[in-house]
């Protein structure tokens, strides 16, 4: 990625990795351990790097007069830092105001696993959860580079292209961060894991994999003639998935 904003440096972001399997997980706090087939969780920062990364979009939960309130939200990452945003006037900032905890989840769906029984059909994914307080980011320099964050998960190279927000804008960006620390990935990958006795059940049985694909581009009405309409010049970042252009 180029063209970060000043200070950048002070928190820098990871290119994305894939999820690693050779490394011994971290020890993880007990709110974020995974007790339902543990066998498929991690907890070492790579691992929830990775999917973080790769995921265009999250879901954050809070609390709201005692019950739970769970919204998707755009996100990017800071080092060991995820970005949140939204209006300023946003329900769930609220609630962050009122010092509720919140619970950030991304997921990515990489495939059906059709089995011989209907118990065990199930889906092959990758999923990170991460707990911890959100704070505030109130300084105008430290919300151009969380906006910078969000923009670049999307479309590496795209800040230095597009205009550059003003102070009235700002004040209307609801901006927050959450420290990656406690935090687990839980994921399946594979085919069926059928039963014995139903090994020899006349169907077919396996899994189908899916990715994310981007179609292609459709302009805006008012591009000027000096711009490709075809979007040929436009870069996703490819831990997204991939393009039909």
Same mark, same amino acid.
């Given at each position: 990625m180029?063209?970060?904003?000043a ?13 690693p399997?050779?490394v ?8 974020a ?5 543990p ?8 691992a ?20 739970p309130?769970?919204l ?22 609220? %609630?962050m105001?009122?010092?509720? +905890? *919140? ?9 059906l696993?059709? /089995? @011989? ?15 911890g ?9 430290d ?14 190279g ?14 209307d ?37 899916a %990715?994310?694909?981007?179609?292609? +581009? *459709?302009?805006a ?9 075809? /979007? @040929?010049?436009?870069v ?10």
């Open positions: 180029t063209g970060r904003p200070r950048a440096e002070a928190t820098p972001a990871d290119q994305p990795s894939p999820l399997r050779d011994a997980p971290d020890i993880a706090p007990d709110i351990r995974v007790r339902r087939k066998d498929r969780a991690r907890y070492d920062t790579a929830v790097h990775a999917v973080l990364d790769s995921a265009p979009f999250c879901h954050v939960a809070t609390v709201r007069r005692g019950r309130v769970v998707p939200m755009v996100h990017g990452r800071l080092g060991d830092t995820l970005v949140l945003h939204g209006s300023a006037a946003a329900g769930l900032f609220r %609630d105001r009122r010092a509720s +905890p *919140v619970c950030v989840t991304a997921t990515l769906f990489d495939g696993v059709l /089995g @011989r029984s209907a118990r065990t059909h199930s889906v092959n994914y990758r999923s990170v959860t991460v707990h307080d959100a704070t505030e980011v109130t300084e105008p320099d919300v151009i580079i969380g906006l910078w964050a969000l923009v670049e998960h999307i479309a590496p795209r800040w230095e292209q597009v205009r550059q927000p003003v102070l009235d804008e700002l004040r960006t609801g901006l927050w961060q959450v420290p990656i620390e406690k935090a687990s990935v839980k994921a399946r990958s594979g085919s069926t894991i059928d039963p014995q006795p139903d090994l020899s059940w006349p169907v077919w049985a396996g899994h189908i994999p %990715d994310q694909v981007f179609g292609l +581009p *459709v302009p009405e008012d591009l000027p003639p000096v711009i490709d309409p075809a /979007g @040929r010049g436009v996703l970042n490819p831990a997204l998935g991939h393009v039909a252009w």
